[in-house]
């Protein structure tokens, strides 16, 4: 398993969009962008679904992803891509951690797509491999 530095979570804390593949079943590559965040400990990468989407799915399935992540400033110079594996999913905190994120990236309290009927689920990346320009 490779180890997030400490200049790498801080870049994750910044509010840029990543571009998160999973694996559909014919194993084709299926990409979504999301917003993430970075667990207290900076081990793992965190981003937030609503449970049923095909992201979701497909990690149920097959837990390998890869996620990257551009300074829309300097996409050439501030790129972190990671390859990795979804160790959890949980939607405990879930519908918090999307309304931390929406303010996050959009500076309002709340997440105003989100639907009570339709639960909140993060998914928590654990990285194999990690490229990094940060």
Avoid: C
Wanted: hydrophobic residues 35%; charged residues 30%; neutral net charge.
């Amino acid at each position: 398993m490779a180890q997030l530095s400490d200049s790498q979570v801080e870049f994750l804390k910044e509010p840029f969009i990543a571009q998160f593949v999973t694996l559909m079943k014919d194993g084709s590559p299926q990409i979504t962008p999301v917003w993430v965040d970075v667990s207290d400990d900076g081990k793992r990468i965190l981003t937030n679904s609503e449970n049923g989407r095909v992201k979701v799915r497909n990690v149920r399935r097959d837990p390998r992803v890869a996620i990257g992540v551009y300074d829309p400033e300097n996409n050439y110079s501030r790129v972190l891509n990671v390859r990795g594996r979804v160790v959890e999913i949980t939607n405990e905190g879930a519908k918090d951690h999307i309304y931390f994120l929406a303010e996050k990236y959009t500076g309002a309290k709340t997440y105003p797509a989100h639907n009570p009927d339709s639960p909140r689920m993060i998914l928590k990346i654990a990285p194999d491999s990690i490229d990094s320009r940060i």
